[in-house]
């Protein structure tokens, strides 16, 4: 009897927990319903892995900017964007994860009646901010893309022109500004960005519309001289305003550069730092090479791009960019200020191009970390410094944010087709010109066919060789 009570009692106790059989069929690793937060976070780290990553089937960035050089598989150096499907790799996560995921979470915190007005608002900027950044890699890498009609329930949208996107990107910006307030909550530990700190959101807002706004300059430059004069001041002042994603050291959400370079995470040997770069950088004695490579006997040595490199015998990105916990950037201090001095240059506006240009500089030495007296001297030298360095304020600005834009492959290459400096010699064996644009996906010559067309029409050709609308030179 004792043995039968034993087993009794339990399903009795089980019985008194379960209201009903539905109870029982709950699977609590796959909730019905997911909240915004959780949304929001998932969405801000798809953005960064993108951007971060280092796979040749989703990021080849650094290749093309000459900032990295492969040791064997030569594809994606060549600028072959077609054997792993490169522009399909791209898009989809864009819009699958991070755009879907940042309109569910707008959906989640619409109907949520428990947070206040303040909050909710916060809650609601914050995606919006995030969904232009995003919009604005969409329209940057290929021109013309489903903007109105994408993330509905339209089987095939249709392809919005780019400019018009980018005048409605930069209406979006300005409410989500109107809308924060700065001294209240948003996401709280789920902002994995500032940790629930608006007020920094709202400079990173004001950054992201200034770096957008000279983006377009070319081909606007009234609209940008007033975007950028307007939010001159308000945008990040120092390192400690970057727009930072913060990996942690342990996998999964450790750094997707480490997954490929580290040899805690692999064996394989395909990177190795690019001679464009690390020759610019030897040529004026860059406190920053350090801490973007390995050296080898004491001196910085690049691999060529397209060829297969050895190595043994060159430098490798360094301990600090290929640890676990290495940080992503989105947007920081030292672009800002690199956008201050051109817009200085160009319009006359927001203080002198010198001083900003050395601030862009200082700033992203002491990121990396420099020293202040080691940017001084680096701006002391003539081939540096604003006034004597070669060329006019495309050739200043474009050569050292370059430099200042390393591991971020994507960026480096948007300035690059906008400045046009610095002047890049295409990869070994080429397969095209090095590409101003990535082409559609060959699915939406499947699922879309008529809308693809049409966008190819409008923006002068589904080709690499093709520029967007704000590259005019």
């Known amino acids: 009897m004792k043995k039968l009570l034993i087993f009794i009692l ?31 976070s998932n969405a801000l780290k798809q953005l960064s892995d993108n951007q971060a990553s280092p796979s040749v089937n989703i990021n080849v960035f650094r290749f093309w900017m000459q900032q990295w050089a492969a040791t064997t598989y030569q594809d994606e150096p060549r600028y072959n964007i077609t054997t792993r499907n490169i522009p399909l790799n791209y898009w989809t996560p864009m819009y699958r994860e991070v755009l879907k995921d940042l309109n569910e979470s707008r959906k989640v915190i619409d109907a949520d009646a428990s947070i206040t007005a303040e909050v909710k608002n916060n809650r609601i900027a914050l995606t919006e901010i995030a969904s232009v950044y995003t919009w604005s ?22 392809y919005d022109k780019a400019a018009d996107i ?32 608006s007020a920094q959101w709202l400079k990173f807002a004001y950054s992201l519309k200034m770096k957008l706004a000279i983006t377009v300059a070319d ?17 990040f002042t120092s390192n400690a305003d970057n727009a930072i994603f913060g990996y942690l050291g342990q996998t999964p959400n450790n750094n997707p550069i480490s997954n490929a370079l580290n040899p805690i995470y692999t064996s394989r040997q ?6 464009t770069i690390i020759d610019k950088m030897n040529a004026v004695a860059d406190p920053r090479r350090p801490f973007y490579f390995t050296s080898v006997n004491d001196v910085y040595v690049g691999g060529k791009a397209g060829l297969n490199n050895d190595f043994a015998s060159l430098s490798h990105p360094s301990d600090k960019i290929i640890a676990p916990d290495f940080e992503a950037i989105l947007l920081d201090y030292s672009e800002v200020e690199f956008i201050l001095a051109e817009a200085s240059a160009r319009w006359g506006i927001a203080g002198t191009a010198a001083d900003h240009y050395s ?4 700033a992203s030495i002491e990121y990396w970390g420099g020293t202040t007296a080691q940017a001084t001297t680096y701006l002391a030298n003539t081939a540096v410094a604003y006034a004597t360095a070669t060329g006019d304020y495309k050739q200043k600005i474009g050569e050292q944010k370059y430099l200042a834009l390393y591991n971020r492959g994507y960026d480096a290459w948007t300035e690059w087709r906008r400045l046009d400096y610095p002047v890049l010699t295409p990869a070994s064996n080429a397969l095209s010109v090095l590409p101003l644009r990535l082409t559609y996906p060959t699915s939406e010559r499947t699922l879309n066919q008529a809308n693809v067309e049409s966008a190819a ?17």
């Open 10 to 40: 339990p399903v009795v106790f089980l019985a008194s927990c379960a209201k009903n059989l539905e109870d029982y069929n709950y699977d609590q690793k796959n909730p019905v319903s997911v909240s915004a937060g959780s949304l929001f």
């Open 137 to 158: 890699i969409l329209v940057n890498t290929w021109g013309d893309v489903p903007y109105s009609e994408a993330l509905s329930e339209v089987n095939q949208p249709k």
């Open 166 to 197: 980018y005048t409605d990107l930069f209406a979006r910006l300005d409410a989500a500004i109107a809308q924060i307030s700065a001294d209240e909550d948003n996401f709280g530990s789920a902002d994995l960005l500032y940790g629930g700190d």
């Open 219 to 235: 081909a606007d430059d009234a609209n940008a001289r007033a975007m950028i004069l307007a939010s001159a001041d308000k945008g």
């Open 270 to 275: 395909d990177y190795v730092g690019g001679n």
């Open 359 to 362: 601030k862009a500089v200082t």
């Open 457 to 473: 029409t409008s923006i002068g050709g589904d080709a690499v060789a093709t520029r967007l609308f704000w590259d005019k030179n």
